[in-house]
């Protein structure tokens, strides 16, 4: 299995609802502000990624379960595993903790999300590149 790929970062008040903890979807983009920060540490020029090019990687699915709250100021810290599915497919597994120096090692929230590979023009599915397959490895 590969190495979790680690990224860390607080929690701010956008992020929060009403009753003052991380609103669900906003947890999703948390996992995706490490999804981009795992790419962009690989090598892997986000700009011309996500402009689209020879291929798209929409995301197929995605799940959240939250196992305790998040509230603004809190330091938490996503581990990511890459897993490849098929030559056109790879799914994200990401576990939230509190803090780094946290005595909490129990994951706050788990996510998953599956990518697919798609040709941007005919909308069909087409082999990762080889900068995603080393991506995918190199964690």
Not at 38 to 46: D, F, R, V, Y
Not at 88 to 114: H, N, P, R, V
Not at 125 to 138: A, M, P, T
Request: aromatic share 10%; net charge neutral; charged share 20%.
């Amino acid at each position: 299995m590969n190495q979790p790929f680690i990224y860390d970062r607080t929690i701010h008040f956008r992020d929060t609802d009403a009753a003052g903890v991380v609103y669900f979807a906003n947890g999703l983009s948390i996992c995706h502000e490490a999804y981009e920060a795992s790419l962009a540490a690989s090598g892997i020029e986000l700009k011309s990624f996500f402009r689209g090019g020879a291929i798209a990687v929409p995301i197929t699915h995605a799940s959240i379960d939250f196992f305790k709250p998040m509230f603004c100021g809190d330091r938490i810290v996503v581990s990511l595993v890459k897993t490849l599915l098929s030559p056109d497919s790879f799914q994200i597994e990401y576990q939230l903790f509190l803090g780094l120096e946290s005595d909490e090692k129990k994951a706050i929230a788990s996510a998953l999300t599956k990518h697919v590979c798609i040709n941007p023009t005919t909308r069909k599915r087409c082999n990762l590149s080889q900068d995603l397959i080393k991506w995918i490895e190199l964690n």
